[in-house]
T-cell receptor
Framework: SAVISQKPSRDICQRGTSLTIQCQVDSQVTMMFWYRQQPGQSLTLIATANQGSEATYESGFVIDKFPISRPNLTFSTLTVSNMSPEDSSIYLC???????????FGPGTRLTVL | TQLLEQSPQFLSIQEGENLTVYCNSSSVFSSLQWYRQEPGEGPVLLVTVVTGGEVKKLKRLTFQFGDARKDSSLHITAAQPGDTGLYLCAGDDLGLGTYKYIFGTGTRLKVLA
């Protein structure tokens, strides 16, 4: 399985600002995803980060709010733009692989918006 | 869109008790995963089941995939405080090989010493 790191691990931000979260994988992976986990909730897929092209967003998520970059097969960023308290969540970078395409998680970024 | 419902949503039990968590859907999944998440951490993969009727054991945890591959269960025998956490099931989205997983609603387990 790939080892995934995320930066920052946590942050407290002011309303209206933006935060970029970085995800680094220790090996090349085909699939990378960004999920959000709001307090007390399960995980919701934001988008699939595509290497060299625009990310594929799920219903309810848009590029202007959550721009994503993936310049190569080991790195991706997610920006949370113009933040509001409703954006307070854990943001998780995930890769998939293995025989049955299991998903492996980064440690997450815990974001609090005041 | 495929949905995964987990039950119960919350469970608080005494150490040594047994419990079962259910993950149900009206849709068929080619594989299903179970995760445990502890506070402040990302989910950790426990098991993947791929064959209808499959049973997998991981120490005191027993996982079963339904015959029709629409549901799964997790049974914990003699629960311990270390089993406390959020348990999530996740099934692959069969939408044209998108490699995406749909996560269940979660079961929050607390085991009291």
């Amino acid at each position: 399985s790939a080892v995934i790191s995320q930066k920052p691990s946590r942050d407290i931000c002011q309303r209206g600002t933006s935060l970029t979260i970085q995800c680094q994988v220790d090996s090349q992976v085909t699939m990378m995803f960004w999920y959000r986990q709001q307090p007390g909730q399960s995980l919701t897929l934001i988008a699939t980060a595509n290497q060299g092209s625009e990310a594929t967003y799920e219903s309810g998520f848009v590029i202007d709010k959550f721009p994503i970059s993936r310049p190569n097969l080991t790195f991706s960023t997610l920006t949370v733009s113009n933040m509001s308290p409703e954006d307070s969540s854990i943001y998780l970078c995930i890769t998939s692989g293995g025989k049955y395409n299991e998903q492996f998680f980064g440690p997450g970024t815990r974001l609090t918006v005041l | 869109t495929q949905l995964l419902e987990q039950s119960p949503q919350f469970l608080s039990i005494q150490e040594g008790e047994n419990l079962t968590v259910y993950c149900n859907s009206s849709s068929v999944f080619s594989s299903l995963q179970w995760y445990r998440q502890e506070p402040g951490e990302g989910p950790v993969l426990l098991v993947t089941v791929v064959t209808g009727g499959e049973v997998k054991k991981l120490k005191r945890l027993t996982f079963q995939f339904g015959d029709a591959r629409k549901d799964s269960s997790l049974h914990i025998t003699a629960a311990q405080p270390g089993d406390t956490g959020l348990y999530l099931c996740a099934g692959d989205d069969l939408g044209l090989g998108t490699y995406k997983y749909i996560f269940g609603t979660g079961t929050r387990l607390k085991v009291l010493a």
